[in-house]
């Protein structure tokens, strides 16, 4: 069995490179990650923008492949998966919440909400089911899971995303900017309902953000500069200190 | 996912309306000028396919289509009789003749002179009286689109007159008289088509050595036709074609000769160009506008080739959208102008070829997406 489940880590990052281009127009996204994950954990990844946050959580999701490096997700090596490997793998086992939402405008929130479990091939009405019983915790009612994006607020929208993303019970969340639309109540609600809701039965988050409001919803923040992860840290308050 | 494919389709709905009305257009546009080629053409030998009976036509080496009237010696009539394998054998008359109306004015007319003994060659359908009354004095048959139409009768107020049984025409110059009304085949240059005896026909048109314009022939029983013509050649130096190979000359004349085929072909191909522009084009803008959705399935697990037959679909239905309506346009256009001087024959050839060209712009259209989302790095879904 892999280490990173012996060691129970939910993600392993180690010397993590990503490069893109090549040769004189070559950037170096990431210059060596080493990063754990634990089950059950919220783990903000935080930094100044063109840091690297966006291209981890992108190599993290298995969207993306490393350059050099290992990352192991649950105990699966994506070096050693094939491409179809890996969507299938994602599609089962991550969740997405994006900034820009990506709600498909034409569906309503309940259709949006059973997308992983359409991608998956389950039957539509059972995937309706599925997804109405998870806005439902994330506090919609009829009438708004018969509404399409537009006619929600982006609050709203939101939830629908973080109902798309926990829907198909993955095991990972990865979150990129969630709140950076939303007003700072509305974020802040959000950021609520994601650990209220989302961190259960093992699952880990890794949510990308520079709004420092959020920090506090974090177990752990890694803080990123020029493709590193500089430190580590328990809280906010410990991350000001350092920038002090 | 094909309920997600249909419904991002549909949801927008400006460009969904863009890319059907493109392929309707397309779809109508080819479809209706082939109906017309078709038409136009199939009119160019309606008088051969009005006139069944005989198996093969005698004519002149140098007839070049059916119109194409050169005259032969009366003797030539009898050589063929004498041809071995020829049943029967008789005379036909066909030439443009002036018709002088009631108020002065002139219109060509396509005379038939039918052997008197047997009338073989007369019109396929007969609308009032019978064909054997052409044996009357002065007899003519007049068709009917053009006894209502041309040959109507114009009174001092302007009220137009059909012709009927028992009107008098005037033929170069000569008198007579309508004793029936027919159905025909429009010709291709809409003249009216006027059917009498072989013996009045030539009294009819002008003084010429020689008038006999083709000798109409039957074959005995179990008679191959091919070698029959060949005999019939050898023996009187002239040309015989079956009636399929009189049409195909025809045709070849009508495509080769005129510029009838190469304007129709211009339009189908106008039709093809600017519906796979307006649906290609409205088609691939709507896949860019939707290149994050489709990002965001495939970063929650969806396969290319899922992607990928999304995309076949959402071509295929407007496709199939597109071309039943301008089919169904096209259709509407032939029904209307169904008893009128436009030509429009609508082939299942026809519906076959549209199908394949709206295929082919779907093809095209839904390439130049696929292509875009398979090369989609799903990494997209995280810019904002």
């Known amino acids: ?244 | 996912m094909n309920f997600i494919a249909l419904k991002m389709l549909i949801g927008d709905r400006a460009k969904y309306l863009g890319i059907v009305m493109g392929l309707t257009f397309a779809s109508l546009l080819m479809t209706q000028q082939a109906a017309i080629f078709v038409g136009l053409m199939s009119r160019t030998f309606g008088f051969l396919t009005d006139t069944s009976l005989p198996d093969i036509w005698v004519m002149d080496e140098k007839v070049q289509f059916v119109d194409d009237v050169k005259p032969l010696q009366d003797t030539q009539l009898f050589r063929v009789r004498g041809v071995e394998g020829v049943e029967w054998a008789v005379p036909l008359y066909k030439g443009l003749l002036q018709a002088r109306l009631d108020n002065g004015s002139f219109q060509s007319c396509n005379v038939i002179g039918l052997d008197d003994a047997t009338l073989i060659g007369g019109p396929p359908i007969m609308v009032k009286g019978a064909l054997a009354d052409l044996r009357r004095s002065d007899g003519v048959i007049v068709d009917e689109v053009n006894a209502n139409d041309k040959l109507a009768k114009v009174l001092p107020d302007g009220r137009r007159v059909p012709l009927q049984i028992g009107d008098a025409l005037e033929l170069n110059d000569h008198r007579a008289v309508v004793v029936g009304i027919c159905r025909v085949t429009r010709s291709f240059q809409s003249q009216p088509s006027v059917y009498t005896t072989y013996s009045r026909a030539t009294i009819f048109a002008p003084r010429e050595r020689k008038l006999l314009s083709f000798i109409l022939v039957k074959a005995k029983p179990g008679e191959s036709l091919a070698a029959l013509c060949g005999r019939i050649r050898k023996a009187t130096g002239l040309t015989a074609y079956t009636r399929e190979q009189f049409v195909q000359l025809t045709l070849d004349y009508f495509m080769k000769r005129t510029g009838i085929p190469i304007n129709i072909a211009t339009s189908v191909l106008l039709g093809f160009v600017i519906g796979t522009a307006i649906a290609g084009q409205t088609f691939y803008n709507f896949t860019l506008d939707n290149l994050r959705y489709f990002g965001t399935l495939k970063a929650m697990g969806a396969a290319n080739s899922r992607l990928l037959l999304m995309i076949v679909l959402q071509a295929l239905v407007v496709g199939a959208i597109g071309y039943g309506l301008g089919v169904g346009a096209a259709s509407l256009f032939g029904a209307v102008t169904q008893n009128s001087e436009v030509a429009f024959r609508l082939p299942w050839q026809i519906l076959a070829l549209t199908a394949g060209a709206v295929l082919l712009i779907c093809a095209g259209s839904a390439l130049a997406s696929i292509w875009k989302v398979i090369r989609l790095e799903p990494a997209i879904v995280f810019r904002s």
């Open chain 1, 1 to 244: 069995m892999n280490k990173s489940i012996q060691n129970g880590m939910a993600v392993k990052c180690t010397g993590l490179r990503k490069t893109f281009g090549e040769g004189a127009a070559a950037v170096q996204a990431l210059r060596g990650i080493d990063l754990e994950v634990r089950p059950g954990e919220l783990m903000m990844l935080v930094g100044p923008s063109g840091c690297g946050k966006t291209t981890l959580i992108s190599l993290i999701a298995g969207i993306l492949d490393q350059t050099e490096g290992e990352c192991v997700v649950f105990g699966h090596d994506y070096r050693q998966m094939s491409q179809s490997d890996k969507t299938r793998y994602r599609g089962e086992n991550i969740g997405f919440v994006f900034q820009a939402y990506n709600l498909i405008p034409t569906l309503t929130a309940a259709e949006n909400a059973s997308v992983p479990l359409l991608v998956r091939g389950e039957n539509r009405r059972k995937a309706n089911d599925r997804a109405r019983e998870v806005l439902q915790q994330v506090g919609f009612n009829e009438r708004m899971m018969r509404s399409v994006p537009t006619e929600l607020s982006g609050g709203q929208q939101q939830r629908v995303a973080i109902a798309r993303a926990l829907v198909h019970n993955p095991r990972l969340i990865v979150c990129d900017e969630p709140t950076a639309a939303l007003d700072h109540e509305t974020g802040h609600t959000i950021m609520a309902l994601l650990r209220s809701v989302a961190l259960h039965d093992g699952r880990a988050l890794v949510v990308v953000t520079h709004d420092a409001r959020i920090f506090e919803f974090a177990d752990r923040i890694a803080k990123m500069d020029d493709g590193h992860v500089e430190r580590v840290v328990h809280s906010a308050a410990e991350l000001n200190g350092h920038q002090k």
